[in-house]
């Protein structure tokens, strides 16, 4: 799952004081729901974990770590990453609506997995095809096969709500690539 900055209609997730704010009218898939409220959990219970498994600051002399053990201050830090974590989770399992399974695939939407194709060396001659997972918010993650991307990232926008066929200029692998719309399918569930 990425963390970070997300982009949301052109404008970048924001804070507010140490706490991030998740912008309204967001959308996620089920699978994305049921990943954040199992982080979410994970958080909870490695947070208890933490603090029962942590001695008194009064038991150790000052400036004294003890072996291997990290100062208070390290751990205020990390129980705040935590904290604020659990809240931002909170606030899209609050927030957002979970985009239905799609239907068919007469257009692109949120759960599809799409394939663009577009040509590139010299003379253009070679046909490059990349495919990629659409899902919602903070669930694009790269490193999946497909990758999946945001339906807020640029290259997803281009393409949401469109048709096999679609074409449109967009930046990829930092060069402007005239790409095409290919396929559009229903992702394969782990058991298929």
Known sequence: MVRGSV???GQGVFCIGAVMKVPTGI???ERGKNSFEA???KLKKNLLKDRKGRPDANARSAGSTG?????QGENAREDDLNLERISVIQ???CTAQVAPEPENRSVVRIGHVITLMYREGSGKRKRVRKTYEIVGYQEGDCDTNPPRLSYLAEL???FMGQEIGHQAYVRMAGRLRFVTLTNIR???LPNQ
Do not use: D, S, W
């Open 67 to 71: 072996c291997g053990m990290r100062m």
């Open 156 to 158: 997803a926008r281009q």
């Open 7 to 9: 982009a949301h209609g």
């Open 27 to 29: 959308v996620i898939t």
């Open 186 to 188: 229903k992702p394969k």
């Open 39 to 41: 982080e979410q959990q």
């Open 91 to 93: 606030q899209i399992l």
